[in-house]
């Protein structure tokens, strides 16, 4: 029988952990990284060990498909209507073969232990993205803010205390501290139980990226006890005022899918509709950008005419207001978990969390119509304002499991799933009908709020594999395959404005699922010192379009890694994208790292 682990509930991000120990892919990863530097010291006769992890790496990423002109503005020079003006920054800013991010990062973790019963774990990172923070951009220069989120940062990310104890002869153990809560079974899906962290997209899509680096350690309590031999209760608490917001893209870099919510400096929002209609008066009709474009535009308007296409034209972009984020809600979780001997020693997990929204919907306030001397009020012309917004008081039930088949063509095959229900779950609207056109044109008085989003109840269910290939599978020492299938159902009716979304072609659905799956092999012991790791990547989404997967879309990568006696590694991959929405069907970029761990 092959030593296959079982699934864990997420891909760790911290360490070190509560519950028992079981391994992801992720997991299988880090297990061959090099264990750093261990240390030991006693202080007042008491032995303090440790261990100091670190590694610096050096990335870059280069854009290998040219910019659809479907998916660019044609007021920008695209082929299609306007809409595109509040998304088409980011691609606008590269063109094929362009450097768009060049990373230098150095990441470190620090674990001290005190008589092996408690300790201290520490982790702090910091990068500088050359490209980003010190090159000039073709369409939309970063704000500060965007340079800060993007460009360069240093940051302690984990930061907390643990410890063991034995009541009776149980064991309890308890975390304070900046820390991840990674509950559920989920590998690649999102939107399933492990819903109480925020992350950083961004950490993520830097060439050579680890999965630790993505999820945001935020302060809270967490503590697991054995209840008896199979069976642990486990809970957090985090207070309302440790909440945070997950990292988007910054507004204008090359994977931001949004001109208007990204970065805090993404301020305003184009109406091109009205836009259209003003300078048609004025003889060729078009849209802007940015207030900076018409005010160039402006120059070629007759002096008689200039005030008033000036205040016509200002009213067109939709100012940002303040974000409004959770009142203050506490986020919390309880967890039970068993084993069931007598189902081959199944695990199993159930699961209650209460969480606020970490990614934001776009809502909007309408405002005052805008009077213009010797001509009056212009009904178009309305002061509305859009916000980011963040919803609080949400529930999530869950159930997981993960076992390992013994016997038969499947043996060692690790296998789990999980179930997710919120009852109240946020499904966002199209913000430029839905949410903007209402606020500027629907007649309404000042201050009424338009939502960006209704509430409805969501079930998510996920089953996932690992299998450890033999020796021998193409001449190689070891290798892998995983593979995840994700459905989403939404209930209830869903909000007409939804249809209209170029995001989702042919309209949103109340269903939809997806599959990805990844496959690798390792040659060790190449050349006498070097590992090298080929893999291969699909994501696949097979039908409905709800935003967890969209029919049609495809996200395929290759990539080759190689180590040097556990300290020194490189890598290249390439990944290609078509299909499923406006976003990404020409975003095909090119990435190679090299990393050194000391």
């Known amino acids: 029988m092959q030593n296959t682990p079982k699934l864990s509930r997420a891909v760790r991000a911290t360490v070190p952990e509560i519950s028992p120990p079981s391994l992801t892919l992720g997991a299988l990863a ?96 910091a990068f500088y993205d050359f490209e980003l923070k010190d090159d000039s951009r073709r369409q939309r220069e970063l704000s500060d803010d965007g340079e800060d989120l993007a460009g360069s940062s240093a940051e302690l990310l984990d930061a907390f205390v643990y410890g063991s104890w034995k009541l009776g002869d149980r064991l309890f153990s308890a975390r304070l501290g900046r820390q991840v809560i990674n509950w559920g079974e989920s590998i690649f899906a999102q939107g399933g139980i492990s819903a109480t962290n925020p992350y950083d997209v961004g950490a993520l899509r830097a060439p050579g990226s680890e999965i630790k680096e ?204 999980e179930l997710s229900y919120r009852p109240d779950s946020i499904v966002s609207k199209y913000t430029s009908r839905a949410v903007i056109s209402p606020a500027v044109v629907g007649g309404l008085s000042q201050g009424t709020y338009i939502p960006g989003y209704v509430e409805r109840g969501r079930a998510q269910v996920t089953l996932s594999a690992i299998y450890l290939l033999p020796s021998g599978v193409l001449r190689a020492d070891s290798g892998s395959i995983v593979a995840e299938v994700s459905a989403n159902r939404i209930y209830g009716s869903l909000p007409a404005q939804t249809f209209d979304n170029p995001d989702l072609p042919g309209g949103m659905t109340n269903s939809s699922w997806g599959t990805t799956t990844t496959g690798s092999l390792t040659y060790d012991d190449i050349f006498g010192q070097f590992t090298v790791s080929p893999g291969v990547s699909v994501y696949a989404g097979i039908n409905g379009r709800n935003g967890a997967n969209n029919k049609g879309e495809r996200a395929y990568t290759a990539k080759v890694d190689a180590t040097y006696k556990e300290v020194i590694g490189a890598g290249i991959s390439y990944t290609a994208f078509n299909g499923g929405g406006r976003y990404n069907r020409d975003r095909d970029f090119l990435s190679f790292n090299v990393k050194y761990s000391f």
Request: charge should be negative; aromatic fraction near 12%; hydrophobic fraction near 35%.
């Open 214 to 417: 993505a999820f945001l350690p935020t302060l809270m309590g967490s503590f697991s006890f054995e209840l008896n031999e199979s069976m642990t209760v486990e809970g957090y608490w985090q207070p309302g005022s440790s909440w945070k917001a997950s990292k988007l893209d910054a507004c204008g870099t090359f994977f931001s899918t949004t001109d208007v919510i990204g970065d805090d400096d993404c301020d305003y929002l184009p109406v091109a509709a009205i836009q259209e209609s003003v300078t048609g008066l004025l003889g060729r009709p078009t849209a802007f950008d940015s207030p900076d474009e018409v005010r160039a535009y402006l120059n070629g308007v007759p002096s008689g005419m200039r005030p008033l296409a000036e205040s016509l034209l200002m009213s067109t972009f939709v100012p940002r207001s303040h974000d409004v984020k959770p009142d203050g809600d506490a986020q919390y979780g309880l967890g039970l978990r068993w084993t069931a001997q007598e189902l081959n020693q199944t695990d199993f997990g159930l699961y209650y969390l209460r969480y606020s929204t970490q990614t934001p919907v776009v809502s909007a306030k309408a405002g005052a119509i805008l009077a213009v001397p010797g001509v009056g009020p212009i009904p178009f012309a309305n002061r509305a304002t859009y916000f980011a917004e963040y919803i609080g008081k949400r529930d999530l039930y869950g159930f997981s499991f993960n076992t390992t088949i013994n016997g038969g063509p499947l043996e060692g095959l690790a296998v789990a799933g």
């Open 30 to 125: 880090l297990c061959l990284a090099p264990c750093g530097s261990v240390f030991a010291f006693q202080f007042d006769g008491e032995t303090v060990s440790g261990s100091l992890d670190t590694t610096v790496s050096y990335g870059t990423t280069y854009r290998m498909q040219a910019p659809s002109k479907k998916l660019i503005a044609r007021s920008n020079g695209g082929s299609v209507d306007n809409g595109p003006l509040v998304y088409d920054d980011g691609n606008l800013n590269f063109r094929k073969g362009d450097l768009v991010s060049e990373v230098a990062k150095v990441v470190s973790d620090l674990d001290l232990r005190f008589q092996e019963d408690y300790g201290v774990f520490l982790r702090g990172r």
